[in-house]
């Protein structure tokens, strides 16, 4: 694995923004690590640079998301709920996770606009741990 500076998490990467984030990100020589519910099924699809580093979890488990951040420098999230489904149940949760493991890692992290216009429409923003 690369020095933390160069590495990146991906959450959400099967989506078209986190497809086109990584492809940039590899091009610009950083080693990109991707959450994934079911890794097998989404590396063998064939749309991804063979270089992704998989880790299986669910971006609803906040240690899943720790975990899959150890040692990296970017978090990108550009996951969206299931089938674009119960935004406030699931999007939220995801996007609290993110910004808690990011503060905790001091890792710098974006966000796929559209994730965070239908979650923070919602009646709360994303917490943010110390």
């Known amino acids: 694995m690369q020095s ?3 590495t990146a998490l991906i959450i959400g990467i099967t989506g078209t923004i986190g497809r086109e984030v990584t492809g940039a990100l590899v091009r610009r020589g950083w080693q990109v690590r991707a959450l994934h519910r ?3 099924a989404a590396a063998a699809s064939g ?3 063979h270089s992704v580093e998989w880790i299986k979890g669910d ?3 906040s240690s899943d998301v720790i975990e899959a951040a150890r040692g990296t ?3 990108v999230h550009a996951a969206n709920p299931p089938k674009y489904r119960n935004w406030r149940g699931l999007a939220l949760p995801m996007l609290d996770n993110t910004w808690s493991c990011s503060c905790r890692r001091r890792a710098c992290t974006a966000f796929d606009p559209s994730s965070c216009a239908q979650a923070t429409s919602s009646a709360r923003e994303p917490a943010i741990a110390g």
């Open 4 to 6: 933390p500076t160069r």
């Open 38 to 40: 079911d890794p097998d």
């Open 47 to 49: 749309t991804l640079p």
């Open 59 to 61: 971006a609803m488990r």
């Open 73 to 75: 420098a970017l978090i």
